[in-house]
């Protein structure tokens, strides 16, 4: 099987590269390495350098992939605000970009890395698949845009949706200020020696260990 991993060079990216090639899985990986770090792709996987927000890029790729792990993206919703244009094309953009490549490849199923920010403020919980969806963050925004442009082309190209939210584990980069709880609150316990939290501290979030 030939599995496309967007975002390779990340650290949720190489992470499963790592483990698709134990499984026998042969990798294609994507990466502008705007983020993510060429020493983190496992030396198996095919490896391309470019930025999947130019649909042209996707012509570079082999036409024989039969599935697509779409974890490339923008990441901070601090870096949204700042920047809401960036944080459409690597988000949105990018997916629109590949599900056209899909499509016309013939690929059996993209699977979509997207976050809880769909969600905006949770009126239920446990937060459940069907609660409504009111991102407050352009970075929600841009995600749940490109949930809904898999769903516009679902019979074209049949997808899955993750939904994820903090994930950390050994190897994550704490040198990024703005993305990723944990790395953020490590960084600073160590720098500094205390947790710097922002608004209320009745919040509470959930976490996904790689």
Do not use: W
């Not at 012509?59 to 779409?70: E, Q, R, S, V, W």
């Not at 590949?98 to 919980?125: H, Q, R, W």
């Amino acid at each position: 099987m030939n599995l496309l991993i967007t975002g390779v060079a990340g650290f949720i990216g190489s992470r499963v590269a790592r483990t698709a090639i134990e499984k026998g899985y042969k990798v294609i990986g994507v990466d502008d390495l705007s983020q993510g770090y060429l020493r983190n792709v496992p030396k198996e996987v095919h490896f391309f350098e470019f930025d999947l927000t130019k649909s042209n890029n996707t012509a570079k790729l082999p036409k024989n992939i039969d599935y697509i792990l779409h974890l490339a993206g923008q990441s901070s919703g601090e870096v949204s605000f700042d920047n809401p244009i960036l944080d459409l094309e690597k988000n949105t953009i990018s997916t629109l970009n590949l599900i056209k490549f899909g499509i016309k490849n013939k690929v059996k199923k993209i699977i979509y890395a997207s976050s809880m920010s769909v969600y905006g403020t949770a009126e239920d919980s446990p937060v459940s698949e069907t609660h409504v969806c009111s991102p407050l963050s352009c970075y929600g925004v841009g995600k749940l845009a490109a949930e809904n442009y898999l769903k516009v082309y679902q019979n074209q190209l049949p997808y899955t949706i993750f939904r994820m939210f903090n994930v950390y584990g050994s190897g994550q980069d704490m040198s990024n200020l703005r993305q990723g709880m944990v790395s953020i609150y490590l960084a600073h316990i160590f720098k500094d020696g205390y947790v710097p939290v922002k608004g209320s501290v009745q919040r509470f979030r959930d976490f996904i260990y790689i």
